[in-house]
């Protein structure tokens, strides 16, 4: 259940910073005013966000269906899926 606040939290706070960044004005922002600094500040917390949301999300559906033992086994084969992948590039 804590993964859901979690989830919420994040969710949240990466709306506020992409709303920041889309609705603040102007696109892209420009010149060095600190508002511009602000703006471009949101748009890497609000991507950052979005990331954890969506890592948190997939982690409460994971354990909700499958228990936390083969969700621990599925976030461990799909490291090593992708170590493996990274590995042959």
Do not use: H, K, N
């Not at 409460?60 to 992948?85: H, K, P």
């Amino acid at each position: 259940m804590d993964a859901f606040w979690v989830f919420g939290f994040f969710a949240v706070l990466s709306l506020a910073g992409l709303g920041l960044f889309i609705f603040g004005g102007e696109l892209p922002p420009s010149g060095d005013s600190v508002y511009a600094i602000v703006r471009w500040m949101g748009l890497v917390v609000g991507c950052v966000s979005l990331y954890l949301a969506i890592q948190s999300l997939l982690e409460a559906l994971i354990v909700a269906t499958m228990g936390y033992e083969r969700g621990l086994a599925l976030l461990i084969a799909v490291g090593a899926v992708g170590a493996f992948l990274a590995w042959l590039v």
